[in-house]
């Protein structure tokens, strides 16, 4: 297949465009980006060792401990997102906003609202993890590599 003036003009034209668009394109704020997400997320982190630390105080084992912090902050990460907060936090702070419980969560409520409009079982049951599902996948996969290292590692 030949190509014609025409469409060799064109590819000329747009690529033109292109470097134009790169020339007056504004730079991201890398820097700012990074300060926003380490804050956020190290935020996030550190509410869920305060409330961790605080349930240890109160006589929790570890392991107690642990699952009620982890519900505690499903929890949150559900209701932050059903207020609407969770995505101005997302915006604000990018991939700070994802650690894993809180982020989860957000992604799990944020499907159910994006298709309760499409009813509940049709919508809401059927499409909730369309979105997590590949992340659940992962986190699977990882966790069978990680006992099967571990457990040849043993032997």
Same mark, same amino acid.
Request: net charge neutral; charged share 10%.
């Given at each position: ?33 990074? @300060?926003?997400? =380490? /804050?956020?997320? $190290?935020? #996030?982190?550190? &509410? ?8 240890? !105080? ?30 101005? @936090?997302?915006? =604000? /702070?990018?991939? $700070?906003? #994802?650690?894993? &419980? ?8 944020? !499907? ?44």
């Amino acid at each position: 297949m030949e190509t014609t003036g025409q469409e060799m003009l064109k590819a000329a034209e747009q690529a033109e465009y292109d470097h134009l668009v790169q020339k007056v394109m504004p730079k991201p704020p890398y820097v700012k980006h990074a @300060l926003a997400a =380490f /804050a956020v997320g $190290g935020a #996030i982190c550190v &509410i869920g060792q305060l409330f961790f630390n605080w349930m240890q !105080s109160m006589g929790m084992t570890i392991q107690n401990a642990n699952a009620m912090t982890a519900v505690i902050m499903i929890f949150l990460g559900a209701l932050f997102t059903g207020l609407g907060l969770y995505d101005k @936090l997302g915006t =604000f /702070a990018g991939a $700070g906003s #994802i650690v894993p &419980i809180t982020g989860f969560a957000n992604v799990i409520v944020a !499907s159910a609202i994006e298709f309760k409009k499409e009813g509940y079982i049709f919508g809401v049951g059927a499409k909730i993890f369309s979105i997590a599902g590949p992340t659940l996948l992962f986190g699977f996969t990882a966790a069978v590599v990680v006992g099967l290292i571990k457990f040849l590692l043993i032997l």
